[in-house]
């Protein structure tokens, strides 16, 4: 029932910014959380933002924290992701996911129970 569709993806240069946007729906109730996931080819997956439904509570990576923000727009169903200020390291493949209940899942941690398609950001000169 949930799903979760990414867009906003694409290449930036170093230093730059870029928005990532994830459109929710189905989900069976109010309490629920959505976060951001990330991947590079051959290493392991990591969590690095997730929101909490309903209260808004928020939680980041590390190596994220006062570059990214996570945020809701809930009379349009829309989870984004501002990264402000990216590196090369940041180059991977960004997932938007889901998980139910009264929840933060805490990065890195990337237990999610629903997941989009994955979208490519790559930042290079």
């Known amino acids: 029932q949930v799903q979760l569709v990414e867009s906003g993806g694409g290449l930036v240069q170093p230093g730059g910014s870029l928005r990532l946007s994830c459109a929710a729906s189905g989900f069976p109730s109010e309490y629920y959380a959505v976060g951001w996931v990330r991947q590079v080819p051959g290493k392991e997956r990591d969590g690095i933002a997730c929101?909490?439904?309903?209260?808004?509570?928020?939680a980041y990576l590390d190596s994220v924290k006062g570059r990214f923000t996570i945020s809701k727009d809930n009379a349009k169903n829309l989870i984004y992701l501002q990264m402000n200020m990216l590196k090369p390291d940041d180059t991977a493949v960004y997932y938007c996911?889901?998980?139910?209940?009264?929840?933060?899942?805490?990065?890195?941690?990337?237990?999610?129970?629903?997941w989009g398609q994955g979208i490519q950001v790559t930042v290079s000169p």
């Open positions: 929101i909490n439904s309903p209260t808004g509570q928020t």
């Open positions: 996911a889901a998980a139910l209940g009264n929840i933060v899942i805490t990065p890195p941690n990337d237990a999610y129970d629903y």
